[in-house]
């Protein structure tokens, strides 16, 4: 039982993700592989700020917020410049770079050793220690964004985005400056996936680079890939597929050699297989 | 672009009451206008007005320059030079997302929809607040929804409304475009060829649209290469060539006039 | 109804008992989860780790327990380390833990403290070892840079240029000689590089112009072979010392007649018997995972011996705790204080490709 | 220490150039950011390293898989993306299958050949060539040779040749080719041929220089794209300067700097040389109607 309630927080923690991506992807169709670099700086100012800094878990989450609106203003800012392919590899690009400060900035993130002893939010004394606690927790907040997703998506500022992603001078002609809804969303989005960052840094009690690597941007593409573009209900789906599909394969029982990599084959087999069938992932209501 | 700028911007309020409105004879005038295109001079010193509530027919060949024009009066292209003058406001262009200020509406000559929204959605388009706060929290609609269930109607979209534009006929599309211009209550109408490929009882209804437009005293432009539409349609028409202006006034005298004859029918 | 009542009771009752009693009669078994990298950047050594692991339980023919060992990959990632030790404590109930590398180290610690399982990591990272069950064994980073430092000392260095990857352990490595160094007065300079970068050519060439002394290497392969293949492509002739790294060279020739400093006894044999059965020659922690892994069977075949019952985690770590003079695969271990394993260091010199000590 | 700046930058740009160019062909008839484009390559320099395992000649060994590398190739386009393009399949959705094949690759190369690091030839023996003022080693000056020889025939061959003009076409404007059946199989082959044997002669010579290993694939196809991209994808001698402008910019930043930052430099440069001219250096400027 205890298994399963971890595997719920990662799960919980790979929604919010999910759910912030979509938010750019599945709703302006801008594609951005520079989630992990904030997801990574929200973990990291949880990090610091409560090993080194001695904040409680809730200010390091408005601390990481500050620091990732901050940047994700000036990357949507570079990033605005650019359109389809082009955005994704650009935002591939500050991706690796936030990860290579993350690597190199010693002084800050240790670098390649981490940050250890990272401690549990802790609420009018009591203190989330426990998992199912811990789980509740993230839960809370996975179903704020869920919500604030929803909200999003029915409101007019949605609509907007929504018709952006496909015909962006339509759009500027009803009279909305595209610019600014694009980086809204972008700097919200980070926001959201920087407080992903502080539960995961939070839960593991221990991070380091590698995590927020490149690949880490690829993989949450994937998951609302698999999900469903611009769906909430997408998004949850494509996390819970994704996380769990790993751990049924440790339970097939295979072979210790050829177990992590089959794991892999399998996974590259169901991206293809989505690609060719359902092209717009289980949820999609939108068609990339 | 400071921060504060785009989250305290107010649209001015649009009274949808005042009829005609008293501004000059001219709502647009352009003067001396140029627009190149690798080479080719698609707007050549270009000076004409459109009259304020009557219905303008811009007519001429393929190529002559009408969309272009079109497309730099709604701000869709920057001209190379010349001025553009707006009822008061005079501007050397005009940016797109302004034509909301301006109460200019327009449609496209490919029936231009949001494939993957529903119509529904693509007729609330043109009207939801288009502030970056006011839009977050417009959830409900209800002040546009009797606006919304008149367009729908006059447009026979109403059993179509939930379903998304890709699914429609190009008859319905065109229907749809000229639904979202309905909504936006503006004061100048532009249509780029809004007949071509409809059916003849479609043609009917877009006609009964515009002259329902032209009770309200709106101003209109339209492209149009069917002169009788143009005829039966427009108080005033504009004939461009090459970029030039050939000929402008009323229907009769103008199509009888000898160089618009050539120009047409290399006669 | 009562009657089928009455009879269900009793035949639960039999099996849970049975359950226990069955147990008693034949062998205990004690199950260790493994937390190793079998995919991913370190895919190698995760299979090296796991091939000593086996290595060590054929060896240790355990009269009274049978030992069993459940491998978990997590492909050096922390999220998937921590969903592994999950596994392991909470579906395979494992008793005891053994994890490889600081990252895994750090993940599985607070966890194992959590669970009450002893824990042994095969990392020097020393905040590891915090808490009762949570134990380290890898040579830590002090005796290497003394006897590394008395090697530069010995060539009257005044300045070392020191090459390191980012892998966390050569890192700490390599931060402890730098200390110690500029604590003796000898200027340093830190060229640090990825795992994967494969171009070493500009940055050798700049070390080049500062022409320092000595010129120290810590690395894992590919990067390492590459490292010294353009080292002697460009012939510096500037003596070259390192930590372990020229063990794990993939090609035997270049490293031949160099000295570096590493645990005393690699155990020759465990090394060859490795390369004998999956031909790699990347012998990076594998001395270490097999002295952890004969450690933990140690203590819980000689615990159960004396106490006839099969030893709590508790009596496994005072035991641990107390250790003194064990032979392991890397020389005398000594258990300190607070679970880190101290063995010493000595200088190695590679003669036709055999790593054999050298008085210095 | 300018010049071997100089040298290490044409060793290291030819290697990203062989990739961009080859990226940029496949790009012309198939339009996506292609990734299995690095395990081509790689698959290339694992059959060579089975083959001299067995002991064949040397050049049986690089025919053979050069062979297998564009087959492998020609099997990508002909079997999944082009079927797919077809059932209308978009740029994005095609990039995401081709990230799935290469995951299923890069997990058979680690069964077939295990996790181990392996060079083709054995990296001390590699002899040393003196050109002069300084010493490289052979193989690299083998790198900056096919580098230039493929991008002279590929000059050639699509300026000169008939196939090579349909090719060209096909970039141009892909929608009038189809129009005119112009973009059938036979072209889709031969260019997926050709950047078989491309990708294959790299990974060969990147099995001799630095070294095989199961993950190469990603590095090789990343930097590749990136050169591909800073020259503008529309042209080819645009692939080519754009790998060299790429390696010149990351070993500037290794001399000034140092080389633990040489990735974040690399993609400082890259952004901000995009953001400055968005088409690259040789692409047609956009007629932005």
Redesign the interface.
């Known amino acids: 039982m205890e298994y399963l309630i971890n595997l719920a927080i990662l799960f919980s923690i790979y929604s919010m993700l999910a759910l912030s991506l979509n938010m750019v992807i599945g709703m302006s169709g801008l594609v951005s592989l520079a989630q992990a670099a904030f997801y990574g700086i929200g973990a990291y100012a949880t990090a610091i700020g409560m090993t080194s800094l001695g904040l409680g878990f809730f200010t390091t989450i408005l601390l990481g917020i500050v620091i990732n609106v901050a940047i994700a203003f000036v990357v949507g800012k570079i990033l605005a410049r650019f359109q389809y392919d082009y955005y994704a590899i650009v935002s591939a690009g500050l991706s690796v770079i936030v990860f290579s400060i993350l690597l190199n900035w010693k002084k800050v993130t240790n670098g390649a050793l981490g940050i250890y002893g990272i401690g549990k939010p802790v609420v009018a004394g009591y203190a989330f220690y426990s998992n199912s606690a811990f789980l509740g927790l993230a839960l809370l907040f996975t179903a704020a964004i869920f919500a604030l997703y929803v909200w999003i998506d029915r409101s007019s500022f949605g609509r907007v985005l929504k018709a952006l992603r496909e015909d962006e001078r339509l759009t500027h002609v009803m009279g909305y400056k595209t610019k600014y809804y694009k980086s809204v969303i972008f700097v919200l989005s980070a926001a959201l996936s920087g407080i992903a960052g502080a539960f995961f840094a939070s839960y593991i009690a221990f991070i380091d680079p590698t995590t927020f690597q490149l690949k880490e941007g690829i993989f949450l593409f994937t998951i609302i890939i698999v999900g469903g573009l611009s769906s909430a209900v997408g998004s949850i789906v494509g996390a819970l597929i994704l996380i769990s599909l790993p751990e049924v394969l440790r339970f097939v029982g295979l072979p210790y050699e050829i177990a992590a990599q089959l794991q892999q084959i399998i996974y590259g087999a169901l991206l293809v297989l989505m690609m060719i069938f359902k092209p717009q992932g289980f949820f999609g209501k939108f068609r990339m | 672009m400071k921060l504060t700028d785009f989250i305290k911007k107010k649209t001015p309020k649009s009274d949808s009451s005042a009829k005609v409105l008293p501004y000059g004879e001219n709502i647009i005038t352009c003067t001396h206008l140029n627009k190149q295109f690798m080479g080719i001079k698609a707007i050549d010193d270009l000076s004409l007005q459109i009259p304020q509530a009557k219905t303008t027919g811009l007519i001429g060949p393929n190529g002559s320059g009408k969309t272009t024009l079109m497309n730099i009066l709604t701000g869709l292209i920057k001209p190379d030079s010349g001025k553009i003058t707006v009822r008061d406001k005079h501007r050397t262009r005009i940016k797109s997302n302004e034509l909301r200020t301006y109460r200019i509406a327009r449609t496209f000559q490919d029936g231009r929809v949001i494939e993957q929204l529903s119509v529904e959605d693509n007729l609330l388009l043109p009207v939801a607040k288009n502030t970056l706060w006011g839009g977050f929290t417009e959830i409900k609609t209800d002040d546009y929804q009797s606006r919304l269930e008149k367009v729908l109607d006059i447009t026979s979209l109403k059993d179509h409304r939930h379903k998304r534009a890709e699914e429609l006929s190009y008859g319905l599309r065109k229907l749809l475009e000229i639904g979202r211009l309905l909504m936006q209550d503006a004061d100048i109408y532009f249509f780029d060829e809004p007949f071509t490929g409809l059916f003849p009882e479609m043609v009917e209804q877009v006609c009964d649209i515009i002259s329902g437009l032209q009770k309200q005293g709106k101003t209109i432009v339209i492209i149009e290469h069917n002169m009788g539409l143009i005829k039966r349609l427009s108080d005033y028409i504009i004939v461009l060539d090459h970029g030039t202006l050939l000929a402008e006034g009323e229907p009769d005298a103008v199509l009888k006039n000898k160089k618009v004859r050539e120009a047409y029918l290399g006669v | 109804m009562k009657k089928l009542l009455l009879g269900l009771c009793v035949l639960l009752a039999l099996t849970a008992c049975d359950n226990k009693k069955e147990q008693t009669l034949s062998k205990p078994v004690i199950k260790i989860g493994v937390i190793d990298a079998l995919s991913g950047k370190y895919a190698e050594n995760g299979q090296n780790v796991r091939q000593a692991i086996e290595f060590a339980k054929q060896d240790f023919a355990s009269s009274d327990i049978d030992f069993e060992f459940v491998f978990e990959d997590y492909g050096y990632e922390t999220k998937r380390a921590a969903v592994a030790t999950n596994k392991l404590i909470n579906v395979d109930k494992v008793d005891a833990l053994i994890s490889w590398s600081s990252m895994a180290g750090n993940v599985v610690s607070p966890l194992a403290d959590k669970a009450k399982l002893v824990h042994f990591a095969i990392c020097n990272d020393a905040n590891v070892a915090k808490g009762k069950y949570n134990f380290t064994h890898f040579t830590p980073s002090g005796p290497l840079a003394e006897k590394l430092v008395k090697q530069i000392e010995n060539q009257q260095a005044k300045s070392v240029a020191l090459f390191a990857v980012y892998q966390p352990a050569l890192q700490k490595h390599t931060d402890a000689v730098e200390q110690l160094l500029q604590s003796k007065g000898i200027a340093t300079e830190r060229f640090n590089f990825n795992m994967d970068s494969l171009d070493f050519d500009l940055m050798l060439e700049k070390a080049k112009q500062h022409n320092f002394d000595v010129w120290y290497i810590c690395a894992l392969p590919p990067s390492l072979d590459i490292f010294l293949k353009t080292f002697f492509q460009k012939n510096i002739n500037v003596p070259l010392v390192a930590i372990d790294s020229l063990l794990f060279a993939q090609d035997k020739a270049i490293v031949e007649g160099m000295s570096f400093v590493t645990t005393p006894d690699g155990n020759k044999e465990l090394l060859d018997r490795l390369t004998a059965a999956n031909g790699s020659t990347n012998y990076f922690s594998v001395g270490y995972a097999y002295d952890v892994a004969s450690l933990l069977m140690k203590a819980y075949s000689d615990l159960y011996k004396t106490t006839g019952k099969i030893p709590s985690s508790d009596e496994v770590a005072d035991y641990l705790l107390a250790l003194k003079g064990y032979h392991g695969a890397v020389g005398e271990l000594v258990m300190d204080k607070d679970g880190i394993i101290m063995s010493q260091a000595v200088v190695k010199k590679m003669i036709n490709g055999i790593p054999t000590e050298v008085e210095e | 220490?300018l010049l071997?700046?100089l040298i290490?930058t044409l060793?290291?740009g030819s290697g990203y150039a062989l990739v961009a160019m080859a990226f940029r062909l496949m790009n012309s008839v198939s339009p996506?950011?292609n990734m299995t484009i690095g395990a081509i390559a790689v698959l290339g320099g694992y059959i060579a390293y089975a083959l001299l395992g067995f002991g064949l000649p040397l050049y049986l060994v690089v025919i053979i898989s050069l062979l297998a590398s564009s087959l492998f190739s020609g099997l990508l386009e002909i079997g999944?993306y082009t079927p797919?393009r077809k059932?209308g399949?978009?740029?994005?959705?095609?990039?995401?299958?081709s990230?799935?094949?290469?995951?299923?690759?890069?997990?058979?190369i680690?069964?077939i050949f295990?996790?181990?690091?392996q060079?083709l030839g054995?990296?001390?023996?590699?002899h040393?060539l003196n050109i002069g003022f300084m010493?490289?080693?052979l193989v690299q000056l083998l790198i900056i040779i096919t580098s230039f020889v493929v991008w002279i025939f590929l000059n050639y061959y699509l300026h000169h040749t008939f196939m090579g003009k349909k090719i060209r076409a096909v970039n141009d404007s892909a929608t009038l080719a189809d129009i005119i059946g112009l973009k059938n199989n036979q072209i889709i082959l031969t260019v997926a041929f050709l950047t078989g044997i491309i990708l294959g002669l790299d990974g060969i010579l990147v099995g001799y220089d630095?070294?095989l290993?199961p993950?190469l694939g990603f590095?090789l196809l990343f930097k590749g794209?990136?050169g591909a991209?800073i020259g503008g994808i529309a042209t080819l001698n645009g692939a080519f300067f754009g790998a060299m402008f790429l390696a010149l910019a990351e070993?500037v930043g290794?001399?000034l700097f140092?080389?633990?930052?040489?990735?974040?430099i690399a993609?400082?440069i890259?952004?901000a040389f995009?953001?400055l001219r968005?088409q690259g250096i040789f692409q047609k400027k956009e007629?932005n109607?």
Do not use: C, K
């Not at chain 4, 990230?99 to 058979?108: A, M, P």
């Not at chain 4, 295990?114 to 690091?117: A, F, L, V």
């Open positions: 220490m071997h700046l290490n060793i290291v996506f950011f999944i797919m059932h399949a978009s740029p994005m959705v095609l990039m995401v299958a990230l799935g094949v290469y995951t299923i690759f890069e997990s058979v680690h069964l295990g996790s181990q690091y060079t054995s990296i001390s023996t590699s040393m010493e490289i080693p630095t070294g290993e993950t590095n794209m990136i991209i070993n290794v001399a140092a080389s633990e930052w040489r990735d974040l993609f400082v890259f952004i995009l953001s968005p007629n109607q």
